[in-house]
C-alpha cells in the first residue's frame, strides 16, 4: 500500500469505476457468510448505488491517487432506502467501505468524519446509519465513535436484523 495523506473528497462522475471496485471488494468479504442468492442480490444493490440518483453527496477516500475508501451521504431515509417506513428525516450514511488492502489506515474514520461534518454544513443535528452484526468491526467503530442504538428505527432484512444508529452531532468528536 502507498504511504503518504489520506484524501477525503467528493465523488466525481470519473470515479465511479474505482468506488465499485473498493465496494464490491470491501463487502466481498460477506460473501461466504451470506447464502449464495442473497450475496449476488447485496452486491447486485451495492453496485447499483454508485449511480442511484438519490444519493445527495458521495465522498471517496485517495491514497497515492488511489480510491481506497468511499460513503454515500442520503436527505432522508426515504431517499437511502426507497421507503418512508423508518421516518428518518435526518441524513443517512450508508455503504462505508474500505478496500481490504487499506484497512487499518485510519480510513473508515476520516469518511465518516468528513460526513458528519457534510452532514452537519447542511444543517443537520443528527444522523442515521444502519448495520448488522455481521459487520461487527463497523459495529465496533460506531459505538467508538460515539454512534447509539436507535432501537426505533431497527428493521428487519429477511431474517436478518439490520441495527440502526444515530449519532447527535453538538459535541461530537467527530466535528472537531
Request: a negative charge; aromatic letters at 6%; charged letters at 25%.
Amino acid at each position: 500500500m502507498t504511504t503518504g495523506s489520506i484524501i477525503i473528497r467528493a465523488a466525481k462522475e470519473s470515479d465511479a469505476e474505482a468506488i465499485t471496485a473498493v465496494l464490491v471488494d470491501a463487502y466481498s468479504q460477506y460473501e461466504q457468510t451470506l447464502p449464495k442468492e442473497r450475496w449476488e442480490e447485496y452486491k447486485e444493490s451495492i453496485i447499483a448505488s454508485v449511480s442511484g440518483a438519490q444519493t445527495k453527496k458521495r465522498l471517496v477516500a485517495e491514497l497515492g491517487r488511489e480510491i481506497i475508501g468511499s460513503v454515500f451521504l442520503f436527505d432522508s431515509s426515504e431517499s437511502a432506502y426507497g421507503s418512508s417506513d423508518l421516518d428518518i428525516q435526518n441524513p443517512v450514511i450508508r455503504l462505508l467501505a474500505v478496500s481490504r488492502k487499506a484497512r487499518g489506515l485510519g480510513v473508515a474514520t476520516e469518511l465518516l468524519r468528513a460526513s458528519v461534518r457534510e452532514c452537519h454544513a447542511w444543517g443537520a443535528q443528527t444522523v442515521h446509519l444502519h448495520t448488522s452484526d455481521m459487520m461487527d468491526a463497523a459495529v465496533r467503530l460506531y459505538e467508538h465513535l460515539g454512534f447509539e442504538r436507535a432501537f426505533d428505527k431497527d428493521i428487519m432484512n429477511g431474517n436478518l436484523l439490520v441495527k440502526s444508529y444515530r449519532l447527535q452531532l453538538g459535541g461530537s468528536t467527530l466535528l472537531t
